[in-house]
């Protein structure tokens, strides 16, 4: 038998047995329950912009190791794949190349599906879809057709972000330090009519059902979610206006400083100061809002940023004094939060304070705090007002309350929740992308496309894919655009914008169980059986942007009876990012690394471990500290150990030591994989290759208990190096897949020793205790206690700056929090 381990001559042999054998299909994938506990493992679907890279290599070897080990657990497993195929990149790509963008995305498809399956993932392949194939999209049409007689999808004209390079709106999410995420172009703003999902409807719901999430998803997931719809609690209240028949009503979450506010500021791109604006007033204004319109909302609201404005030459009265203070226009205001302005308070709210200091406006102090605060620094707590007539020496937070009850007693005003979530901006101004399926009659209106007509297609011909200053390019397919009204028969023309893709990925683990049903967006029995998801794995990158829109189209799907479920991911499992010598990895600081060249130079089962070895799942990793030989070295030592034993050992097991220590280290190695630690769990099968390793070359290759290690590592193997563990299995002399004998079960009575209770603390307070060796090492007893599923939920995103360990008795995990 040859004894030099080659990770490539493998690759072809086992894919072949697992194709043959359909290892990895879920044994009932439309909805047929076979008793067994079902368990649906979903990595956020690729995009196929070129071949894999080490992001894709990460997040599923992730995956895979643990679809794979829940599988050999016993469980009936989905582990699904798909394709996230609409979308600029490709379309762009396909303009610099003369394509057309389906040509060059399914090329690209192809190039990945061969390399998902190189690198061994174990996909049940009759999940897979495309969201670009109009078998998909049909379903997004059919959805956003059934949201909008809901009252959830609707179109209107808004100030929008803008990407000059790339030709289309963004939504807030998809704007990054105040430019496009795609192209890195400074985003401007726009007036442009565009179709949005109502999200704003379900933001309370968003929040109130993160009681599900907790301990399940990270808690800085949440957190981020919970600030992106930053619910605010406060009061509404109207400001007469003089001249203006209607009032103005503003949003505060402070009433107890209404006797403080000196002036009012309108979002200079609101409807609202456009309508205040007096005549004298309007030249300075448009001036000013010219000047201002490339600014994103993150850069209004930078706190750094320099206040600026012009007067509106109008005046409101303050509903409390009944004082007359003027409405200015500045871009510190936000046209779609609250109600587009605000009154300003200037020695209580910073950005106030810095506009007023800019245009010379008064400051007045109605709130003292209990302790002199910070000399030169504003309060904004609460306190005991001054200045405020009747409430002169009550409490802020006391008289705030009476303030609003005396406004709703007078019709001024009334208590309300505000939130910072904006409705979801589904509109594209580009080609390769679901096309909004909407007609517009000259006679009728917005008229939807019947449900029979579904798909609308995308044309093949006829129009010109460049597009022009907003102008999408379906536009140009004048052929395709002109239809008869499904109403009234006249002639009327399509919508020509399509649908942002976060439409296609917000639903389509919903379609996963059974890709080719025809009756709707997604089989019900399929649903019934795999959903929502047990683990899904993906960046944190997308906490407010696709696990938000995920959560939204579930709820709707659910208010409208289709689904049975609030949630879609039970779990979330986030992975770092792959990155060199600390930086990004990118073309133009020459630090890109090549996947395939990876996988070239030591195979894909040692690009695998490298991955899964060097942290945990949520830290990044740096490819220059890995090291991708060390993984070939071992895996290859586990190689020849299964060559080195003889095909079959005499004798009987019994409770050896070395027998003991094997059985130890499988128990710890499965109490790592329940709790996520792969990378502990990966470091526990190199302890039990030395083990073997050093009782073969010390003569005792033909212990019955040396080949039930063997075996045992070559089985827990299969998670991380799919391939070298099928090599060494047949090596073994075992004619089934490994996969078939699923997970070694620890044999109690050879893992029981004396124990010890373990107090884990973090920062010195309690959060578990673990029963533990009395003998345990101390970096044993760590691993553990990182890896409890308490100190983990604890821990969340904060850094271990320190780990104290007193084995057996006591672990202090000292971090820092942001």
Same mark, same amino acid.
């Given at each position: 038998?040859?004894?030099?381990?080659?990770?490539?001559? @493998?690759?072809?042999?086992?894919?072949?047995?697992?194709?043959?054998?359909?290892?990895?299909?879920?044994?009932?994938?439309?909805?047929?329950?076979?008793?067994?506990?079902?368990?649906?493992?979903?990595?956020?679907?690729?995009?196929?912009?070129?071949?894999?890279?080490?992001?894709?290599?990460?997040?599923?070897?992730?995956?895979?190791?643990?679809?794979?080990?829940?599988?050999?657990?016993?469980?009936?497993?989905?582990?699904?794949?798909?394709?996230?195929?609409?979308?600029?990149?490709?379309?762009?790509?396909?303009?610099?190349?003369?394509?057309?963008?389906?040509?060059?995305?399914?090329?690209?498809?192809?190039?990945?599906?061969?390399?998902?399956?190189?690198?061994?993932?174990?996909?049940?392949?009759?999940?897979?879809?495309?969201?670009?194939?109009?078998?998909?999209?049909?379903?997004?049409?059919?959805?956003?057709?059934?949201?909008?007689?809901?009252?959830?999808?609707?179109?209107?004209?808004?100030?929008?972000?803008?990407?000059?390079?790339?030709?289309?709106?963004?939504?807030?999410?998809?704007?990054?330090?105040?430019?496009?995420?795609?192209?890195?172009?400074?985003?401007?703003?726009?007036?442009?009519?565009?179709?949005?999902?109502?999200?704003?409807?379900?933001?309370?719901?968003?929040?109130?059902?993160?009681?599900?999430?907790?301990?399940?998803?990270?808690?800085?997931?949440?957190?981020?979610?919970?600030?992106?719809?930053?619910?605010?609690?406060?009061?509404?209240?109207?400001?007469?206006? &003089?001249?203006?028949? &209607?009032?103005?009503?503003?949003?505060?979450?402070?009433?107890?400083?209404?006797?403080?506010?000196?002036?009012?500021?309108?979002?200079?791109?609101?409807?609202?100061?456009?309508?205040?604006?007096?005549?004298?007033?309007?030249?300075?204004?448009?001036?000013?809002?010219?000047?201002?319109?490339?600014?994103?909302?993150?850069?209004?609201?930078?706190?750094?940023?320099?206040? $600026?404005?012009?007067?509106?030459?109008?005046?409101?009265?303050?509903?409390?004094?009944?004082?007359?203070?003027?409405?200015?226009?500045?871009?510190?205001?936000?046209?779609?939060?609250?109600?587009? =302005?605000?009154?300003?308070?200037?020695?209580?709210?910073?950005?106030?304070?810095?506009?007023?200091?800019?245009?010379?406006?008064?400051?007045?102090?109605?709130?003292?705090?209990?302790?002199?605060?910070?000399?030169?620094?504003? +309060?904004?707590?609460?306190? $005991?007002?001054?200045?405020?007539?009747?409430?002169?020496?009550?409490?802020?937070?006391?008289?705030?309350?009476?303030?609003?009850?005396?406004?709703?007693?007078?019709?001024?005003?009334?208590?309300?929740?505000?939130?910072?979530?904006?409705?979801?901006?589904?509109?594209?101004?580009?080609?390769?992308?679901?096309? @909004?399926?909407?007609?517009?009659?000259?006679?009728?209106?917005? #008229?939807?496309?019947?449900?029979?007509?579904?798909? =609308?297609?995308?044309?093949?011909?006829?129009?010109?894919?460049?597009?022009?200053?907003?102008?999408?390019?379906?536009?140009?397919?004048?052929?395709?655009?002109?239809?008869?009204?499904?109403?009234?028969?006249?002639?009327?023309?399509?919508?020509?914008?399509?649908?942002?893709?976060?439409?296609?990925?917000?639903?389509?683990?919903?379609?996963?169980?059974?890709?080719?049903?025809?009756?709707?967006?997604?089989?019900?029995?399929?649903?019934?059986?795999?959903?929502?998801?047990? &683990?899904?794995?993906?960046?944190?990158?997308?906490?407010?942007?696709?696990?938000?829109?995920?959560?939204?189209?579930?709820?709707?799907?659910?208010?409208?009876?289709?689904?049975?479920?609030?949630?879609?991911?039970?779990?979330?499992?986030?992975?770092?990012?792959?990155?060199?010598?600390?930086?990004?990895?990118?073309?133009?600081?020459?630090?890109?690394?090549?996947?395939?060249?990876?996988?070239?130079?030591?195979?894909?089962?040692?690009?695998?471990?490298?991955?899964?070895?060097?942290?945990?799942?949520?830290?990044?990793?740096?490819?220059?500290?890995?090291?991708?030989?060390?993984?070939?070295?071992?895996?290859?030592?586990?190689?020849?150990?299964?060559?080195?034993?003889?095909?079959?050992?005499?004798? &009987?097991?019994?409770?050896?030591?070395?027998?003991?220590?094997?059985?130890?280290? /499988?128990?710890?190695?499965?109490?790592?994989?329940?709790?996520?630690?792969?990378?502990?769990?990966?470091?526990?099968?190199?302890?039990?290759?030395?083990?073997?390793?050093?009782?073969?070359?010390?003569?005792?290759?033909?212990?019955?208990?040396?080949?039930?290690?063997?075996?045992?590592?070559?089985?827990?193997?299969?998670?991380?190096?799919?391939?070298?563990?099928?090599?060494? +299995?047949?090596?073994?002399?075992?004619?089934?897949?490994? @996969?078939?004998?699923?997970?070694?079960?620890?044999?109690?009575?050879?893992?029981?020793?004396?124990?010890? #209770?373990?107090?884990?603390?973090?920062?010195?307070?309690?959060?578990?205790?673990?029963?533990?060796?009395?003998?345990?090492?101390?970096?044993?007893?760590?691993?553990?206690?990182?890896?409890?599923?308490?100190?983990?939920?604890?821990?969340?995103?904060? $850094?271990?700056?320190?780990?104290? /360990?007193?084995?057996?008795?006591? #672990?202090?995990?000292?971090?820092?929090?942001?």
């Amino acid at each position: 038998m040859d004894d030099a381990y080659n990770p490539h001559i @493998i690759l072809d042999k086992w894919m072949k047995v697992w194709d043959l054998r359909g290892s990895f299909e879920a044994s009932s994938l439309t909805g047929t329950d076979d008793g067994r506990d079902r368990s649906y493992v979903v990595s956020m679907l690729p995009y196929p912009s070129g071949d894999l890279h080490m992001g894709h290599a990460e997040v599923y070897s992730i995956s895979d190791a643990m679809a794979r080990y829940l599988r050999l657990r016993g469980a009936d497993v989905l582990n699904a794949i798909g394709w996230d195929s609409f979308g600029l990149p490709a379309e762009n790509a396909a303009l610099k190349r003369g394509l057309h963008p389906r040509t060059w995305t399914y090329e690209n498809i192809e190039v990945q599906a061969e390399s998902f399956r190189r690198m061994g993932i174990s996909f049940d392949w009759r999940t897979r879809l495309h969201t670009s194939d109009p078998e998909y999209y049909r379903w997004n049409q059919w959805l956003f057709l059934r949201l909008r007689e809901h009252g959830l999808a609707y179109r209107k004209e808004a100030a929008v972000n803008w990407c000059s390079t790339d030709q289309t709106v963004l939504a807030n999410e998809q704007v990054v330090d105040g430019k496009c995420e795609r192209c890195g172009t400074v985003v401007i703003q726009r007036a442009l009519t565009q179709w949005f999902f109502k999200t704003t409807a379900y933001a309370q719901r968003l929040l109130d059902d993160m009681a599900e999430l907790e301990g399940k998803w990270p808690d800085d997931i949440l957190a981020m979610q919970r600030n992106w719809i930053g619910r605010s609690e406060g009061a509404h209240v109207d400001f007469a206006v &003089e001249g203006r028949a &209607e009032p103005l009503r503003v949003f505060t979450t402070r009433p107890d400083t209404l006797f403080g506010a000196t002036f009012m500021v309108a979002a200079v791109d609101s409807a609202i100061a456009e309508d205040l604006c007096a005549p004298e007033n309007r030249e300075s204004f448009e001036a000013y809002k010219t000047s201002v319109a490339s600014a994103t909302d993150i850069d209004r609201l930078a706190t750094n940023r320099p206040k $600026t404005g012009v007067p509106l030459g109008r005046y409101a009265i303050n509903p409390v004094n009944g004082e007359r203070i003027p409405i200015y226009a500045s871009d510190y205001v936000l046209a779609d939060y609250g109600t587009g =302005v605000i009154m300003a308070v200037p020695a209580h709210d910073q950005r106030d304070a810095d506009f007023a200091v800019t245009l010379g406006l008064p400051v007045r102090e109605v709130i003292v705090p209990a302790e002199a605060g910070e000399p030169g620094v504003l +309060w904004s707590g609460p306190g $005991t007002l001054v200045s405020s007539g009747a409430y002169d020496g009550h409490d802020s937070v006391e008289a705030g309350t009476a303030i609003v009850a005396e406004l709703e007693a007078a019709g001024r005003g009334c208590a309300t929740v505000n939130y910072r979530l904006r409705d979801w901006l589904l509109s594209r101004q580009r080609f390769w992308g679901t096309p @909004i399926p909407i007609v517009h009659c000259p006679a009728c209106g917005e #008229v939807p496309v019947p449900d029979e007509q579904l798909p =609308v297609v995308l044309p093949e011909d006829g129009y010109e894919l460049k597009p022009t200053d907003g102008r999408s390019p379906l536009a140009t397919a004048e052929a395709w655009v002109a239809v008869d009204c499904p109403a009234c028969g006249g002639p009327a023309s399509r919508d020509t914008d399509t649908m942002d893709t976060f439409v296609d990925s917000s639903w389509y683990f919903l379609r996963y169980p059974n890709p080719d049903y025809t009756d709707g967006p997604f089989d019900p029995a399929g649903i019934a059986r795999w959903l929502p998801i047990d &683990e899904y794995i993906g960046g944190k990158e997308h906490a407010t942007g696709h696990l938000m829109y995920a959560r939204f189209m579930t709820k709707a799907l659910h208010d409208l009876g289709l689904l049975p479920f609030v949630e879609p991911f039970t779990r979330l499992t986030n992975q770092g990012q792959v990155v060199m010598d600390g930086k990004a990895m990118s073309k133009s600081l020459g630090n890109l690394v090549n996947l395939q060249e990876q996988i070239g130079l030591y195979g894909p089962d040692a690009v695998r471990v490298t991955m899964v070895f060097a942290g945990p799942p949520e830290d990044d990793i740096d490819w220059a500290d890995v090291s991708p030989a060390g993984a070939v070295k071992w895996l290859g030592r586990v190689w020849r150990l299964a060559g080195d034993l003889p095909p079959a050992a005499d004798g &009987e097991l019994v409770a050896s030591e070395l027998r003991r220590e094997v059985h130890r280290l /499988v128990a710890d190695t499965t109490t790592l994989m329940d709790a996520k630690r792969l990378n502990v769990a990966i470091a526990q099968l190199m302890k039990l290759t030395t083990v073997l390793r050093r009782a073969v070359d010390a003569g005792q290759a033909a212990d019955p208990g040396v080949r039930e290690g063997a075996q045992m590592l070559v089985r827990m193997l299969s998670c991380f190096a799919p391939f070298t563990a099928e090599e060494a +299995w047949e090596r073994l002399g075992k004619e089934a897949s490994v @996969i078939d004998h699923g997970w070694p079960d620890a044999d109690p009575e050879l893992v029981a020793r004396d124990t010890a #209770v373990c107090v884990v603390q973090v920062n010195g307070k309690l959060r578990d205790r673990l029963d533990v060796p009395a003998d345990i090492t101390d970096a044993d007893l760590q691993a553990l206690a990182l890896g409890s599923e308490k100190v983990v939920q604890d821990v969340g995103d904060a $850094t271990v700056t320190k780990v104290i /360990v007193r084995a057996p008795k006591l #672990v202090n995990i000292v971090v820092t929090r942001s």
